[in-house]
């Protein structure tokens, strides 16, 4: 069965004269550099693969990590970073997305790409790779090339349709605006946070007070989600370090776009945009409460498409989930695929791929699960010990259905 790799391993291989190699060691400032001429002239330039972000997960996560590349005269083609916890390899960039690309320069002709793939899927199978492939964008570009490489590979693979991420799109961003603004009810919402709580927009596209935005952004969301059966993660001081650190990073690689809704009492609805093009991604919003009647999600998606108009942006996507609040401007959903990938010898996680194609087609158990199961996970942390064999057998499925880790009795604590 395979495992996560020592540091010290790399393996390269020069197949139609482009040099692809495996590292397993955190990479040095000289592929940073090159990595980042490779994004800024790539297919898909995407903020989730951004490299300042990338570096900053690279960073906290250096015993774990495994970089492929192909290179020709020392510049880079194509790259890809993964992490492996448990024995399997997910996408570096999963610490924080809402699609996972692989990056590959602009100028790859069908053939480079498919050698790109073909490589990759060589190395994983050589050292017994447990790969699985989320959030992965049906929309790329690529993604013909990468499901041909895929099925045709000797290896075990399942390609599943997964996720969405609604977009509301047109024609040119006056169009977007108009369409948004068209709306009677958010008309009337944007009167009310006007009028009544002497509302006003903020966008912040520098790194201006970031300590107070982040504390804002989590204080709202603590409040937000308290009262419901999932409570927000950024009660956790150290996801809010986290945060502020991601958000340091996007602003390094010139993608973050800070919106919040202001009031005489302070920010309460806000959102992480990041640019990508013509697109502005609706990554992490949340509001506060107490302002609910005044709906701040409408308001800012109303004034977010005014300012995208301003600034030649005619596609606003939602990010990863389905969740209804999207569907009031979004009328198109983009597909997230997850692709798994193996020897066909590791059974514990063929079964696990198995399992999880099962509950995605069942939806009762999927709702079940995501509305029933999870929520009391949270709430019974924190419970009595007595407790403690449910929350055991429920680990048991979460960790083979969800990769997650299983929690033992001093987590109860």
């Known amino acids: 069965m395979g495992g996560c790799r020592a540091r ?49 997960y690279a960073g906290r996560n250096p015993n774990n990590l495994a970089v492929f590349q192909c290179e020709q ?15 399997v390899y997910t996408f570096l960039s999963d610490l924080k997305t809402d699609a996972n690309f692989f990056i590959l320069h602009r100028s ?9 793939f073909e490589a990759l899927l060589e190395h994983a199978g050589k ?42 799109e047109a024609e040119t961003p006056e169009t977007l605006f108009k369409e948004v603004s068209a709306s009677r009810n958010t008309r009337y919402k944007l009167n009310k946070f006007v009028k009544q709580e002497n509302g006003s927009l903020e966008v912040l596209t520098d790194d201006s007070d970031m300590d107070q935005w982040v504390k804002e952004f989590c204080d709202a969301h603590v409040a937000r989600w308290a009262p419901t059966p999932t409570p927000s993660a950024y009660r956790n001081p150290e996801r809010r370090a986290f945060l502020k ?26 959102m992480v945009g990041l640019l990508d093009s013509e697109t502005l991604i609706y990554h992490t919003p949340t509001f506060h409460p107490d302002y609910a009647h005044c709906s701040p999600g409408r308001v800012l998606i109303y004034y977010i498409t005014q300012w995208m108009a301003e600034n030649g942006l005619r596609r606003l996507d939602f990010g990863d989930g389905n969740e209804p609040y999207k569907y009031y401007v979004a009328s198109k959903d983009q597909v997230l695929k997850r692709i798994f990938i193996s020897g066909k010898t590791n059974l514990k996680f063929i079964l696990k791929t198995q399992l999880i194609k099962k509950v995605r087609e069942n939806q009762g158990i999927f709702h079940l699960y995501q509305n029933k199961l999870k929520p009391a996970l949270r709430n019974l942390r924190g419970r009595v010990a007595a407790m403690f064999s449910y929350i055991f057998c429920f680990n048991w499925v979460h960790a083979i259905l969800f990769d997650e880790q299983i929690l033992v009795l001093s987590t109860l604590a």
């Open 127 to 168: 050292d017994n790779w447990a790969l699985m492939l989320n959030h992965k964008p049906a929309w790329a570009a690529y993604m013909d090339v990468l499901e041909e490489v895929v099925d045709a590979s000797p290896l075990y693979s399942m390609n599943l349709d997964y996720s969405v991420c609604p977009i509301a």
């Open 8 to 56: 010290d391993q790399t393996r390269s291989f020069k197949p139609n004269c482009m040099k692809y190699s495996i590292s397993y060691q955190l990479p040095d400032a000289d592929f940073w550099g090159r990595y980042t001429q490779l994004w800024q002239n790539s297919l898909h330039r995407s903020p989730f693969q951004a490299p300042h972000i990338l570096q900053y």
């Open 245 to 270: 650190d991601c958000l340091k990073a996007w602003y390094a690689d010139g993608v973050l776009v800070r919106f919040a809704l202001r009031t005489e009492k302070g920010r309460i609805g806000l």
């Open 73 to 87: 005269g020392g510049e880079l083609f194509g790259a890809a970073l993964f992490k492996c916890q448990k024995g």
């Open 108 to 116: 790859c002709t069908p053939d480079m790409t498919k050698c790109f």
